[in-house]
């Protein structure tokens, strides 16, 4: 089996790191990860980690796409690399996925806490991942592809869950920096997403529009990429025979908006049998079990969930 890689980027996530990269711990496994010169003492945490987890540890002043491209330049050339975040508490079915994408040679986008395992060569040939904050995984996938789409939790527990974008956020910066972060973010979206202008007023609510508008203008001038594709991602889905056990964590997730403007007929197409339910962060959860609702609400959203109602696609 070929070497398996982990990589990663983070900033001010002290408090995390530790519970995170024990989840993702394998003797086997190569782990690099960037540290965006954190204020928090993450770097220090990371020192006193790094002989007892094989870690690798670097620091790079970065936005979160560049970090994560300096972290994979440092994966042994022909490993197969799957990036992972470090305010995530990872299960056995990450490890598995880990090991028959390795053992096969086949590249898998997961689920939620959506991770592509792709070998590094065919990453790397294919441009790498861009200078984006937000969006930049969404961009990564589509470009390099995936042979399946394995709607399985590799989360055991988002440990940042916030009651909004903003206080997830304001670890980043405060203030007017804050306000110029968020405007960033607005562009990056648009361009990691490969959004059209009518697709950006979709995204966002009305009272935005004026600033989306100037957020569109920037992501032309600054260059678009190729953009999400719902259908894609739906018709790649594939549970292999190792994994019919996990029913319980079966899931795909959509965004409410892009039920809205665009899917709706090919999300029904391609998740037959699931059962629909609508949160209040906005997400549409199609499962096969209903516990995997509650699991979801109590562990894994990135806002905090205190609701889901069945849903009618």
């Known amino acids: 089996m070929v070497e398996i890689c982990l990589y990663g980027t983070v900033y001010n996530n002290a408090d995390t790191v530790e519970e995170s990269i024990k989840s993702v711990f394998d003797p086997s496994y190569k782990i690099i990860v960037t540290d965006n010169y954190s204020t928090d003492g993450t770097y220090e945490k990371l020192e006193e980690l ?8 670097l620091r790079y002043k970065s936005s979160r796409g560049v970090g994560r491209q300096y972290s994979l330049k440092y994966c042994p050339e022909n490993s197969m690399t799957a990036y992972f975040d470090l305010d995530v508490k990872y299960n056995k079915i990450f490890h598995d996925i880990l090991k028959y994408s390795a053992e096969r040679g086949v590249k898998v986008l997961t689920t939620i806490q959506h991770t592509l395992v792709a070998p590094k060569k065919e990453i790397m040939e294919k441009g790498g991942w861009r200078d984006l904050i937000v969006a930049e995984d969404i961009e990564l996938w589509y470009r390099v592809g995936f042979d399946y789409h394995i709607p399985l939790i590799t989360m055991e527990k988002n440990l940042h869950r916030q009651s909004s ?8 910066s405060k203030g007017i920096k804050y306000y110029y972060r968020w405007f960033m973010s607005v562009v990056d979206t ?9 697709d950006a007023f979709l995204w966002y609510k009305k009272k935005y529009h004026a600033i989306v508008f100037l957020a569109y203008i920037i992501a032309k001038a600054k260059g678009m990429y190729r953009g999400t594709t719902i259908p894609e991602l739906l018709e790649k ?13 079966i899931l795909v997730g959509v965004g409410l908006r892009e039920v809205n403007y665009k899917n709706r007929e090919i999300i ?7 059962k629909s339910f609508f949160c209040d962060d906005d997400m549409i ?10 699991y979801y609400k109590k562990n894994l959203s990135k806002k905090l969930v205190k609701n889901c109602e069945i849903f009618t696609l």
Do not use: C, H, Q, S
């Open 50 to 57: 790094r002989k007892d987890f094989n870690l690798t540890v």
């Open 165 to 172: 974008y903003g206080a997830r956020e304001r670890r980043y």
């Open 190 to 198: 648009i361009r990691g997403r490969g959004f059209t202008l009518e």
């Open 237 to 249: 889905i594939y549970i292999p025979d190792e994994f019919r056990n996990y029913e319980d964590y």
């Open 268 to 274: 029904r197409k391609y998740t037959e049998g699931f």
């Open 285 to 294: 959860l199609l499962v096969k079990n209903e516990k995997t609702i509650e």
